[in-house]
């Protein structure tokens, strides 16, 4: 199972077990995305179905893993993956949307967890990927609900790992450090100019091989791309120095000069 099949990471990610022969569940909130990504599988010999479920509705999720398991058989690895992020000063923002935010980008993963966790158990294997980020372990500025959200799915797969360890369950949990690129086009955003990633850029593709890769290697964190891992220790080692330097450069790194698209989709 992978949660926000529809586009970016996810798509990218379902698309690399597809073709490495996978049955793949493809969970999204809309269907276009993810009927997309169940063509391109298939002209790769694998299969797919497509699971239309808010991340934010734990009933939902747990009915959607319940269609995948009649339908394709025992969930041998899910991926978290759905996020929601509002690019915009913490006073610019709504209560509503922390709200949602947290709901999809943190509340998912356990939700996607939990109904992962209920059909591993009983079988006593299984592997759970967490798509983690750099932001994790290093707030920047304009995106305080998304770095808040990711910071508590680091807390919440340590808690759960050390029970799981606890229990000496052969149920592996992982957690990418994927690359800083949620989908800048997708977002709600206040600023004035279209957000980007910080360069350099990586291709989907990259975070895809890596989610592949840590599903089958009993690895317990994975950082992909130089970038992630100069935020990581930098941030270790002189996080007061990064406050002051994000806080001098962090907004205007986040903007191009061209103006954001008025008809851009708006994952909230």
């Not at 991340?55 to 009649?70: G, K, M, N, P």
């Not at 029970?163 to 086009?185: C, S, W, Y």
Request: aromatic share 6%; charged share 25%.
């Amino acid at each position: 199972m992978i949660t926000g099949a529809s586009a970016g990471l996810g798509r990218a990610a379902a698309r690399e077990f597809g073709r490495r022969g996978a049955k793949v569940g493809l969970l999204a909130r809309g269907v276009e995305g993810p009927e997309a990504a169940k063509r391109e599988i298939e002209s790769m010999g694998g299969r797919a179905l497509v699971l239309t479920a808010d991340v934010a509705d734990s009933a939902a999720v747990e009915q959607a893993a319940a269609i995948l398991e009649e339908k394709l058989g025992p969930i041998d690895i899910w991926v978290n993956n759905a996020m929601a992020s509002v690019f915009s000063p913490v006073m610019e923002m709504t209560a509503e949307e922390y709200k949602r935010v947290t709901e999809v980008t943190y509340l998912g993963v356990v939700y996607g967890t939990l109904a992962a966790l209920k059909r591993m158990l009983p079988r006593n294997r299984g592997t759970i990927v967490q798509v983690g980020s750099a932001l994790a372990y290093r707030s920047i500025p304009l995106q305080s609900a998304y770095c808040a959200a990711k910071h508590a799915i680091a807390g919440f797969t340590d808690s759960l790992r050390c029970e799981l360890i606890h229990d000496r369950r052969k149920i592996h949990l992982t957690m990418v450090r994927a690359l800083n690129t949620p989908q800048f086009g997708w977002v709600k955003s206040r600023l004035k100019h279209k957000a980007k990633p910080v360069p350099p850029i990586f291709q989907p593709e990259v975070g895809a091989r890596a989610i592949y890769w840590a599903a089958h290697h009993e690895r317990r964190e994975l950082y992909v791309g130089w970038p992630t891992v100069e935020a990581i220790v930098a941030n270790k080692v002189a996080p007061g120095a990064l406050d002051h330097y994000l806080g001098r450069t962090g907004f205007r790194s986040q903007q191009t000069s061209e103006p954001e698209d008025p008809h851009r989709p708006d994952n909230l």
